[in-house]
């Protein structure tokens, strides 16, 4: 009897000393942000992989009436060709994703390098998903094989095989343009 008694006592102070279940209310805001890490997102056009996205960090905002993906800690973005071999390559320490607007701007030491040696630096490149064009209106500097341009505001097509600088300064190779006047 004395050990039931003991058990007894023994329950019902361990039960004495459990905090009652609380419920706990979610506003929107604790429901409209995931959060991932070390990720790699892969985008395809017909079943081929054209860009690899590799960030350490992304906040993926869910909200009805605007979502967006956003890489604070910096991006790594990797466009492909059909033999899933890259041609380019963007960096910068920023980028946002507006799904509903089909835009992707990059900021802060945003570096595009192609496998042809070019090298375009600015410091805002935006990316129109739906047109496949990127943009900026910001100053932007772009290297090259013996040649450095810069100047303010830039058009491309997305894979960057075709670009030009709005307002340009710098110097350029002259002797390809001196064979085309003759």
């Known amino acids: 009897m004395k050990l ?5 006592a023994l329950v019902l102070v361990a039960a004495c000393g ?3 279940k609380r ?15 070390d990720v790699e997102i892969l985008y395809s056009d017909s079943a081929v992989v054209r860009v690899r996205v590799k960030a350490p960090t ?11 993906q956003e890489f604070p ?9 059909r033999d899933m071999q890259v041609t380019s390559t963007l960096t910068a320490k920023l980028g946002i994703r507006e799904q509903d607007k089909g835009l992707i ?12 040696n070019e090298v375009l630096e600015t410091e805002e490149l935006i990316w129109d ?15 090259k094989p013996g040649e450095v ?13 075709y670009w030009k600088i709005l307002v340009p300064k710098g110097r350029i190779k002259t002797d390809k343009f001196d064979e085309g006047l003759q």
């Open 4 to 8: 039931l008694g003991f058990l007894l």
């Open 18 to 20: 459990k905090e009652p």
């Open 23 to 37: 419920d706990r209310t979610y506003t929107k805001e604790d429901t409209t942000l995931e959060r991932a890490g």
């Open 58 to 68: 992304l906040l993926n905002y869910t909200d009805r009436d605007q979502s967006e």
């Open 73 to 81: 800690d910096g991006v790594l973005v990797d466009f492909m060709n």
């Open 105 to 116: 701007t990059m900021r802060d030491s945003v570096v595009l390098r192609t496998v042809d």
């Open 129 to 143: 998903e739906r047109t496949g064009r990127a943009y900026t209106d910001k100053f932007v500097k772009v290297t």
């Open 149 to 161: 341009m810069y100047g303010f505001g830039l058009e491309a097509n997305e894979d960057f095989s």
